[in-house]
């Protein structure tokens, strides 16, 4: 076998698995924290899918650009959201200080969304190139929203809420996150 | 496989200047999670995102099916629009309705982009990723310390209680479910109330009435964990239910009292339960019923004209077996019938176990009907034990007969 013939086997092998390599995030990491807050946010809203009975409930779909909301939002669905603090344990003031953030996230995220939507179907519709800086800007926006809203609820719960939220965060739901890069050519 | 990619990744980049991560360095972020949200509740939630400058450009699909051990009870395919956005699908499940099971939540997702190049499977290009995740719900059950014993009021008497300690065990169920109690049949056969101190993990039951036979479990009662009901606990209120005379005859042995005033006569009992077994120990007293004095002369005094627990002249008092020293190892209790030489009445002199036992007409002196209760030192309170005993005391000796 002919050395090209490895590096093309190679090349294709890894193409097929080692461009699929899925980790799990570290601790900290901003997206896992969007991740959590959108996890929140999607279960605490009224039921958007459908009623399947007898048991079983369901949610799901795509999430919508333009949802609206303000940081004063109380969750909708608010036994779900009892249930959420139940399973935290977060106290009366540490939970509404997470309703707080979460909110704001929302807000604050989907209006980044509404933007990039925006900008992209200018793009789709003049058949230009996308400006990669303000693609990347878009991303940086997230990540500093996101680090910059890490750092105001560590501040603002308790010490114990504090622990108990990121370390669930940290913990439980960052072990059932995965990210993979998908890579790609422009 | 790892090692060969390894090994051999970095040099086939650097030969392949075209392959995956030139231009779009976008990573998708998915998760697959199942919890228990409280003790009637399974959450399962997976969403796919793209985190990177080109999430804009990309189309999402994510596709669940979701479980209860090898039954499929629900799928999902949700898809994003182009233009930012993830998918995300959500099922909650009801315990009480699905039952207690492995629940698990397969999700596909897949990702594509043509800004990217990177087309959806089955193109060669494409992305997709599994991820899985599951959970095993036990049914919470309720456990007993002991079996409650029906005592018509007491709450314990003896060695015996009318209240079981009941614990429910949350088999998994989060701590901080909300716990109720209820019966599922036979309310009428007792009262349940928990412990507030322990968050009703605990509750006691009480035993308010007999069960409807020996061995009948007419209670059931399950503790609900946010509205999903433990197995239930099978109770049967077993009673006190009769006295039983230990050794077969009508008496044990007659003796003199204090040897120149009369007689004692001692029989030993015991008391059944409603399957005929013996009890260890349960307080018992005893009261009578009306009385007649055929001996002519009527002067011996008549049991129904005494006060519980006071002797009269006569000696005559309502027996009342309340000390565990008043019982033995095996529950039973020893009653006496006697007749002591008073004015009026005169016992004939028996010599110790030298016994005339004439129950000749002529020799009977007071006839009596006894009536034994159990769970209570107060004579006439307690459970009836249905012993109508015909008592009768002759010249020189008493005789109980049921």
Same mark, same amino acid.
């Given at each position: 076998?002919?050395?090209?013939?490895?590096? &093309?086997? !190679?090349?294709?092998?890894?193409?097929?698995?080692?461009?699929?390599?899925?980790?799990?995030?570290?601790?900290?990491?901003?997206?896992?924290?969007?991740?959590?807050?959108?996890?929140?946010?999607?279960?605490?809203?009224?039921?958007?899918?459908?009623?399947?009975?007898?048991?079983?409930?369901?949610?799901?779909?795509?999430?919508?650009?333009?949802?609206?909301?303000?940081?004063?939002?109380?969750?909708?669905?608010? !036994?779900?959201?009892?249930?959420?603090?139940?399973?935290?344990?977060?106290?009366?003031?540490?939970?509404?200080?997470?309703?707080?953030?979460?909110?704001?996230?929302?807000?604050?995220?989907?209006? &980044?969304?509404?933007?990039?939507?925006?900008?992209?179907?200018?793009?789709?519709?003049?058949?230009?190139?996308?400006?990669?800086?303000? &693609?990347?800007?878009?991303? !940086?926006?997230?990540?500093?929203?996101?680090?910059?809203?890490?750092?105001? &609820?560590?501040?603002?719960?308790?010490?114990?809420?504090?622990?108990?939220?990121?370390?669930?965060?940290?913990?439980?739901?960052?072990?059932?996150?995965?990210?993979?890069?998908?890579?790609?050519?422009? | 496989?790892?090692?060969?990619?390894?090994?051999?990744?970095?040099?086939?980049?650097?030969?392949?200047?075209?392959?995956?991560?030139?231009?779009?360095?976008?990573?998708?972020?998915?998760?697959?999670?199942?919890?228990?949200?409280?003790?009637?509740? =399974?959450?399962?939630?997976?969403?796919?995102?793209?985190?990177?400058?080109?999430?804009?450009?990309?189309?999402?699909? $994510?596709? @669940?099916?979701?479980?209860?051990?090898?039954?499929? $009870?629900?799928?999902?395919?949700?898809?994003?629009?182009?233009?930012?956005?993830?998918?995300?699908?959500?099922?909650?499940? @009801? $315990?009480?309705? /699905?039952?207690?099971? /492995?629940?698990?939540?397969?999700? $596909?997702? %897949?990702?594509?982009?043509?800004?990217?190049?990177?087309?959806?499977?089955?193109?060669?290009?494409?992305?997709?990723?599994?991820?899985?995740?599951?959970?095993?719900?036990?049914?919470?059950?309720?456990?007993?310390?002991?079996?409650?014993?029906?005592?018509?009021?007491?709450?314990?008497?003896?060695?015996?209680?009318?209240?079981?300690?009941?614990?429910?065990?949350?088999?998994?169920?989060?701590?901080?479910?909300?716990?109720?109690?209820?019966?599922?049949? *036979?309310?009428?056969?007792? @009262?349940?109330?928990?412990?507030?101190?322990?968050?009703?993990?605990?509750?006691?039951? @009480?035993?308010?009435?007999?069960?409807?036979?020996?061995?009948?479990?007419?209670?059931?009662?399950?503790?609900?964990?946010? *509205?999903? #009901?433990?197995?239930?606990?099978?109770?049967?209120?077993?009673?006190?239910?009769?006295?039983?005379?230990?050794?077969?005859?009508?008496?044990?042995?007659?003796?003199?009292?204090?040897?120149?005033?009369?007689?004692?006569?001692?029989? /030993?009992?015991?008391?059944? #339960?409603?399957?005929?077994?013996?009890?260890?120990?349960?307080?018992?007293?005893?009261?009578?019923?009306?009385?007649?004095?055929?001996?002519?002369?009527?002067?011996?005094?008549?049991?129904?004209?005494?006060?519980?627990?006071?002797?009269?002249?006569?000696?005559?008092?309502? *027996?009342?077996?309340?000390?565990?020293? %008043?019982?033995?190892?095996?529950?039973?209790?020893? #009653?006496?019938?006697?007749?002591?030489?008073?004015?009026?009445?005169?016992?004939?002199?028996?010599?110790?176990?030298?016994?005339?036992?004439?129950?000749?007409?002529?020799?009977?002196? =007071?006839?009596?009907? %006894?009536?034994?209760?159990?769970?209570?030192?107060?004579?006439? %309170?307690?459970?009836?034990?249905?012993?109508?005993?015909?008592?009768?005391?002759?010249?020189?000796?008493?005789?109980?007969?049921?």
């Amino acid at each position: 076998m002919r050395v090209g013939h490895v590096f &093309l086997i !190679a090349v294709l092998i890894c193409g097929a698995l080692c461009g699929q390599s899925t980790t799990t995030p570290p601790p900290g990491d901003p997206d896992v924290f969007l991740a959590f807050f959108r996890m929140y946010d999607r279960t605490t809203s009224p039921s958007v899918g459908k009623e399947v009975s007898p048991g079983v409930g369901f949610k799901g779909g795509a999430a919508a650009a333009s949802r609206t909301g303000s940081a004063t939002d109380a969750p909708a669905d608010a !036994a779900a959201a009892v249930a959420w603090q139940r399973r935290l344990g977060l106290s009366d003031a540490d939970f509404a200080t997470l309703n707080r953030w979460s909110a704001t996230l929302k807000s604050q995220t989907e209006q &980044l969304r509404a933007d990039g939507s925006a900008y992209w179907a200018e793009v789709t519709a003049r058949k230009i190139p996308p400006d990669q800086a303000k &693609l990347q800007g878009f991303r !940086a926006s997230e990540i500093a929203l996101a680090r910059q809203a890490m750092a105001s &609820l560590k501040a603002q719960l308790s010490p114990g809420g504090s622990q108990a939220l990121f370390q669930f965060i940290d913990g439980e739901f960052r072990a059932a996150t995965h990210t993979a890069p998908l890579g790609g050519r422009k | 496989m790892k090692l060969v990619c390894m090994t051999l990744l970095p040099l086939a980049l650097q030969l392949v200047p075209a392959a995956r991560g030139q231009g779009c360095i976008d990573k998708v972020l998915y998760a697959n999670y199942t919890q228990r949200t409280g003790g009637n509740t =399974v959450f399962s939630y997976a969403e796919e995102e793209i985190t990177g400058p080109d999430a804009l450009t990309y189309w999402l699909t $994510l596709s @669940t099916q979701f479980y209860q051990n090898t039954t499929q $009870l629900y799928s999902n395919q949700a898809a994003s629009s182009q233009g930012g956005g993830g998918v995300w699908t959500e099922y909650s499940i @009801t $315990l009480q309705s /699905t039952g207690p099971g /492995t629940f698990t939540l397969n999700s $596909l997702n %897949q990702a594509s982009s043509d800004y990217c190049g990177i087309q959806a499977p089955p193109y060669s290009d494409g992305w997709n990723g599994y991820a899985t995740s599951g959970l095993a719900v036990q049914q919470p059950s309720v456990s007993s310390a002991s079996p409650p014993m029906f005592l018509n009021g007491a709450a314990s008497s003896g060695t015996q209680t009318a209240v079981s300690a009941l614990t429910a065990n949350p088999n998994g169920a989060p701590a901080t479910s909300t716990i109720t109690w209820r019966f599922l049949a *036979g309310s009428s056969y007792g @009262t349940v109330t928990c412990v507030e101190d322990s968050g009703c993990a605990q509750a006691n039951y @009480t035993a308010t009435a007999p069960g409807s036979a020996c061995g009948a479990y007419d209670v059931r009662i399950v503790a609900s964990f946010d *509205g999903f #009901d433990s197995t239930a606990l099978w109770i049967f209120n077993n009673a006190p239910q009769s006295v039983f005379h230990m050794w077969g005859g009508p008496w044990d042995s007659t003796n003199p009292w204090a040897p120149t005033a009369g007689w004692q006569t001692t029989y /030993t009992y015991k008391v059944l #339960d409603m399957c005929s077994q013996p009890i260890n120990y349960v307080q018992v007293n005893e009261t009578f019923g009306s009385s007649s004095e055929p001996y002519p002369g009527g002067t011996w005094c008549l049991p129904s004209t005494n006060q519980p627990g006071v002797p009269d002249t006569c000696g005559w008092a309502w *027996g009342s077996w309340s000390n565990a020293s %008043q019982f033995d190892q095996y529950g039973q209790f020893v #009653d006496y019938l006697f007749e002591i030489n008073k004015s009026g009445k005169y016992p004939p002199v028996i010599a110790s176990g030298q016994n005339w036992f004439d129950e000749s007409a002529s020799s009977n002196v =007071v006839d009596t009907s %006894q009536f034994f209760y159990a769970g209570s030192p107060t004579n006439g %309170q307690g459970v009836n034990l249905n012993a109508l005993v015909s008592m009768t005391h002759y010249l020189d000796h008493g005789k109980s007969v049921q």
